[in-house]
């Protein structure tokens, strides 16, 4: 799967540093999720709680879908990285339901950021960020995985789902107050794990 994201995305100046960039820009296909999930997973164990009041009509998913495609090329341009959404990557759903390419996006990438503005779909928000920490943070899982993590909330948007992902899984949480500070806090924990990999803290993904 990695070597398939990077040829999708073209050349960039860190062609190989893969940054996967969640979001609540569509709906998670709830149904599909417990019915796939064994009685072991993190569906039964997060309360996914009321993110936002947000409804969910059109306007807002494209707001929300405006934004995480900024934080994309924001990173493509001053990190010089291979951020994607899944929307980038060519997968038929008849070859992997939407669960398991998150996961396989996830476990393929140099990190993974999680964006939730003060919009979107609240449970599936909670579901799939659950179900790729859950993969990430397995038992059997690298440890360097957890460094590679980050979920980034608008300001003032409080939930008993990121309590969860705090005590959980000890994730790092920032929260942001504009566009602005979202792209600089996200590009400063990027460059931050490129720095990282290239002195050797952290292994390099091949």
């Given at each position: 799967?990695?070597?398939?994201?990077?040829?999708?995305l073209?050349?960039?100046p860190?062609?190989?540093?893969?940054v996967?960039?969640?979001?609540p820009?569509?709906?998670?296909?709830?149904?599909?999720?417990?019915?796939?999930?064994?009685?072991?997973?993190?569906?039964?164990?997060?309360?996914?709680?009321?993110?936002?009041?947000a409804?969910?009509?059109?306007?807002?998913?494209?707001?929300?879908?405006?934004?995480?495609?900024?934080?994309?090329?924001?990173?493509?341009?001053?990190?010089?990285v291979?951020?994607?959404?899944?929307?980038?990557?060519?997968?038929?759903?008849?070859?992997?339901?939407?669960?398991?390419?998150?996961?396989?996006?996830?476990?393929?990438?140099?990190?993974?950021?999680y964006?939730v503005?003060a919009?979107?779909?609240?449970?599936?928000?909670?579901?799939?960020?659950?179900?790729?920490l859950?993969?990430?943070?397995?038992?059997?899982?690298?440890?360097?995985?957890?460094?590679?993590?980050v979920?980034?909330?608008?300001?003032?948007?409080?939930?008993?789902?990121?309590?969860?992902?705090?005590?959980?899984?000890?994730?790092?949480?920032?929260?942001?107050?504009?566009?602005?500070?979202?792209?600089?806090?996200?590009?400063?924990?990027?460059?931050?794990?490129?720095?990282?990999?290239?002195?050797?803290?952290?292994?390099?993904?091949?």
């Amino acid at each position: 799967m990695r070597d398939r994201i990077i040829d999708e995305l073209g050349e960039l100046p860190r062609s190989r540093f893969l940054v996967y960039v969640m979001g609540p820009y569509e709906a998670f296909d709830v149904e599909h999720a417990l019915e796939t999930a064994d009685s072991d997973t993190v569906l039964e164990s997060v309360d996914f709680g009321t993110l936002t009041d947000a409804n969910h009509d059109l306007e807002r998913d494209e707001a929300a879908l405006d934004l995480l495609l900024e934080v994309r090329d924001h990173l493509r341009t001053n990190a010089g990285v291979s951020a994607f959404l899944a929307i980038d990557i060519d997968v038929p759903l008849s070859e992997l339901d939407a669960a398991t390419q998150s996961i396989a996006f996830a476990r393929a990438s140099n990190a993974v950021v999680y964006v939730v503005p003060a919009v979107g779909d609240n449970l599936g928000v909670g579901i799939e960020v659950g179900s790729v920490l859950e993969a990430l943070y397995a038992e059997n899982a690298a440890d360097h995985r957890r460094e590679r993590v980050v979920f980034v909330h608008e300001s003032g948007v409080r939930s008993a789902m990121i309590a969860a992902i705090r005590d959980r899984w000890e994730a790092r949480i920032y929260s942001y107050d504009d566009r602005e500070d979202l792209n600089r806090q996200i590009r400063l924990f990027v460059r931050d794990l490129v720095r990282k990999e290239r002195t050797g803290e952290l292994p390099q993904l091949e």
